[in-house]
């Protein structure tokens, strides 16, 4: 308290509306406890996460209170109210943990204040009076664990939400490696059967090798075949019907189709005919159809399991289990794994807009934590949009900062509660939709555990949540109780 022995008479201790109230002993215990201080204009009375030790009063002077956002000091509000108290606020709660102060103050003219050590204001208090400090360790207890249960179901009713979406993504590649592998079993047998049939002895051995060459330049065809529109589809399919027809290979409209998926036309049929006789045309083509068909439903296989594989590996992403908490991370990669767990989420009147500055540096940060703001954001995104609208994701560098912006084109947020949606269990959905505390532990990971900023603008039609990371990221364990 900068050494000063000077005591405030008790007087005007009574002329200050905290102590106004009080008996003649207890006035004489603070008075006893309490010390005057100056400080010049400029000095910081106390500064945000130091170690709250003290009490402050103001008598005299202007003072703002200071908040840091993404490093810099930014002033949150000033007075000259005599009577105006900060610092040590919540000594008394009965805490295991060693208090920070929530903020900062400083003088912004000459000041004079009243000071009491944190330990003072805690033992009056307690002693003074005990019920209404029971009451207050029940109301501040009850709500920190009424605020943890609730901060985890709803992060358990998150997970369980998209992981019912990632089971339905999961389960329409494997319904479709079934399919096709089922199917394909088919037509290896079938094209077996073929190939005995044609190489029964009718074919010698120079056809049979430009038979088999034929083969394997149908396959080659199919894996690189072009992608046709309906239209010219149709119309290649018609083609290669007539064709088949015309050389009487009985059903050409049912093998039209996959012999056209295939990238296979008229000229090339031509080849078959010339390399086989006209009584082994037909068996070869279907041999060769089997050929096409089998390579087509392995690349079906090899689609589905890459679909499989990408959502697995965005659900590992997402969830961080095999990773480190902390670890250095390019945000696009957390942004795509949670947009991923939302495919099953996306109504078919939703796009999805990336705009990624593909520049930006990795960052150290609590990647699993993050995910969770990205989800809380894109959840109430989804949810503001509702059937119809865009949800753009966007990233850009704001000087040593990383900015992610999450934007959707719902109805925006009113005016009158804008100042209150990142409080604990507040909440503009209907009852049973939400529990208020998505936005409140977003703040809390990205701000306190971050060291970052997120901030909303909304009119209707557009609202934009802004979170600033910045790039030097958090010490790993430095902030491990910011969010208890």
């Not at 947020?413 to 503009?428: G, H, K, L, N």
Request: aromatic share 6%; hydrophobic share 40%; glycine share 8%.
């Amino acid at each position: 308290m900068g050494g000063s022995d000077e005591r405030l008479a008790i007087e005007e201790l009574r002329t200050l509306f905290l102590f106004e109230s009080l008996d003649e002993e207890k006035l004489g215990y603070i008075h006893e406890h309490g010390r005057v201080q100056r400080l010049p204009a400029g000095a910081d009375i106390f500064v945000e996460g130091a170690e709250a030790n003290c009490f402050y009063v103001l008598l005299d002077g202007t003072v703002s209170l200071i908040r840091l956002v993404q490093g810099d000091r930014v002033e949150i509000t000033r007075t000259d109210q005599r009577g105006v108290y900060g610092g040590a606020t919540q000594p008394y709660l009965n805490e295991q943990r060693v208090q920070t102060y929530l903020n900062g103050m400083r003088a912004i003219t000459d000041v004079t204040l009243f000071t009491l050590p944190a330990e003072v204001i805690s033992t009056a208090m307690r002693r003074w009076f005990p019920m209404a400090m029971h009451l207050l360790d029940g109301l501040f207890i009850g709500m920190r664990t009424t605020q943890t249960v609730v901060g985890e179901r709803e992060r358990l009713l998150a997970l369980g939400s998209l992981s019912a979406g990632l089971t339905h993504e999961l389960n329409n590649p494997a319904a479709a490696a079934v399919r096709a592998s089922s199917v394909l079993r088919d037509r290896v047998a079938g094209m077996r059967h073929k190939l005995a049939m044609i190489a029964d002895g009718r074919l010698d051995g120079e056809r049979l090798q430009r038979l088999v060459e034929l083969q394997e330049a149908a396959v080659k065809q199919a894996a690189s075949a072009p992608t046709l529109s309906p239209l010219e589809t149709s119309d290649a399919e018609d083609t290669l019907a007539d064709w088949l027809d015309e050389h009487e290979v009985t059903g050409g409209w049912d093998l039209a189709p996959t012999l056209t998926a295939g990238g296979i036309d008229v000229p090339w049929l031509e080849q078959v005919g010339t390399a086989v006789r006209p009584d082994d045309l037909e068996p070869a083509i279907r041999w060769l159809t089997y050929t096409v068909e089998t390579e087509l439903l392995l690349g079906e296989i090899d689609d589905a399991l890459s679909r499989i594989t990408g959502l697995v590996g965005a659900a590992k992403q997402y969830s961080q289990l095999d990773r480190a908490p902390h670890r250095t991370v390019d945000v696009h990669d957390l942004l795509d794994a949670t947009l991923a767990m939302f495919t099953a989420k996306l109504k078919p009147g939703i796009q999805v807009v990336k705009e990624y500055d593909r520049d930006l540096p990795a960052i150290p940060v609590y990647a699993a934590e993050l995910n969770q703001v990205w989800t809380n954001l894109v959840d109430n995104a989804l949810y503001a949009i509702g059937e119809e609208g865009v949800l753009t994701v966007r990233t850009r560098r704001d000087d040593d900062s990383i900015v992610v912006e999450i934007v959707d084109t719902g109805p925006g947020i009113p005016a009158e509660v804008r100042s209150r949606i990142f409080e604990p269990f507040f909440t503009t959905k209907p009852i049973g939709d939400g529990t208020g505390l998505g936005l409140d532990i977003s703040y809390r990971i990205v701000v306190n555990k971050h060291h970052g900023d997120i901030r909303v603008d909304s009119e209707p039609g557009r609202t934009t949540f802004r979170v600033c990371l910045p790039i030097s990221g958090p010490e790993p364990g430095a902030v491990e109780a910011a969010l208890s």
